[in-house]
């Protein structure tokens, strides 16, 4: 008779087979390519977030220096030490003797935020 440690229950639960042991990797595999999925999506909604929050604080800043210094020179520029971002202005009479004045924060491929406010004409 063979020893105690030799021997093979007769209930066959002694461990886990081939088959079991894969299907629980490819479960495993199905749930952590979820979560990095989950995390590269949050990370990329995190920097667009981001990147637009940054040119809507630009973009108030120039309406406000609309406001405190006048209306600048229309057309598009680089804004300095903001790399990837440009800022143009345009502007129409709205009314007579009143301009609206946007100002258009632009990055990215297709990306920008225009804000207006009116002035009146200088005459």
Partial sequence: MAPESYRRSRSGEDGFTL??????????SGVIVTIITVMNSHI?????????SQAMVIAREKIEQIHLYGAPEMGKSELPGMDGYSLNYSSEEA???????????????DEHIDICTYVPEKG
């Fill in 19 to 28: 088959l079991e042991v894969l299907i629980s990797l490819a479960i495993l």
């Fill in 44 to 52: 990329a909604a995190s920097m667009r977030l981001s990147e637009s």
């Fill in 95 to 109: 009314q007579p003797g009143i301009k609206k004045v946007c100002a258009s924060v632009s990055w990215g491929k």
